[in-house]
């Protein structure tokens, strides 16, 4: 885009978009490395070790640093290298083998250039939002089914499920049909709402960041459930509570499917909450000595 152009587009553009468009411009300066067929894959896999490392790090420094154990959901649990290895090496190959070859046929197949606008801020937002609570309801759904199931859960969802206490590597720790069937309820969402492709991009990063947090094992202050009001969104600690019962709490993010289905259990107070220094107990409340 000329600077005649890009002048021409600010003018007429509404503040939300003239807020993403100078974004959006830097990036369309890279449309090759963009539209290359090899991108997706290579800007997951970046994306989600990424996301990983700093809890990899984490789980490290937890036998010897208290701060760090003192945040954990089970401080005396540190995944070893035989369960991080393993992780990363199955989400690599899953990736490389089977992930690229779907990303190259649709590349092949529906080549699309890169549009000059950026999206209106409010539509981005508005857009990531919907497709998250999309997700959500599509993956509760799917993930009810598979516990319900005996033969979808034995086949399918039980190499997820290895790991009971949870850690961050071990988020994509999941069968090839289980891969697939999350890709493919993202893909759909952004399709179905035809989502600007920088939105696309933004909604992607943060379905990935809330994938890895949600099984990282560390709840901190600051960690995403606690920025949602009225308890809406379960966090860390309510999926953790997942893994180790099976039988409560099947939606990844959000908490109203279960809260209308009746399978929503609380989970209990991290031990930074407690005056006893440990998690109170499974209904949530504090215990005697922390009254």
């Known amino acids: 885009m000329n600077c005649h152009n890009s002048c021409e587009l600010l003018d007429r553009g509404n503040p939300g978009q003239l807020l993403l468009q100078p974004v959006w411009d830097s990036m369309r300066t890279r449309e090759e490395l963009a539209l290359s067929p090899f991108f997706p894959v290579v800007f997951s896999i970046i994306s989600y070790v990424g996301f990983c490392l700093p809890f990899v790090v984490l789980d490290v420094l937890c036998p010897s640093v208290a701060i760090v154990r003192l945040y954990k959901i089970h401080p005396d649990f540190s995944p070893s290298a035989r369960q991080l290895l393993p992780c990363l090496g199955q989400t690599l190959y899953q990736h490389l083998v089977f992930v690229f070859p779907v990303t190259l046929l649709h590349w092949a197949l529906s080549p699309a250039p890169l549009p000059p606008e950026a999206p209106e801020l409010f539509q981005l937002l508005s857009h990531v939002f919907i497709c998250l609570l999309l997700f959500d309801t599509e993956i509760f759904v ?107 709490n099947f939606a990844p993010y959000f908490t109203h499917w279960d809260r209308l289905l009746g399978t929503l259990r609380p989970a209990p107070l991290p031990a930074w909450q407690c005056a006893c220094g440990r998690r109170c107990s499974d209904s949530g409340r504090l215990c005697t000595k922390c009254r």
């Open 142 to 248: 799917w993930h009810v089914l598979h516990h319900k199931v005996p033969w979808l859960y034995r086949n399918f969802h039980k190499v997820h499920h290895q790991n009971t206490s949870s850690f961050a590597l071990a988020t994509q720790y999941m069968s090839l049909w289980e891969l697939f069937s999350l890709t493919f309820f993202d893909v759909v969402n952004v399709a179905l709402l035809g989502c600007h492709p920088l939105t696309v991009f933004v909604f992607h990063v943060v379905n990935i960041w809330l994938s890895v947090e949600d099984h990282s094992g560390y709840d901190f202050p600051w960690s995403t459930h606690r920025l949602v009001p009225f308890g809406w969104y379960g966090g860390v600690a309510h999926h953790d509570l997942h893994h180790s019962q099976f039988n409560c």
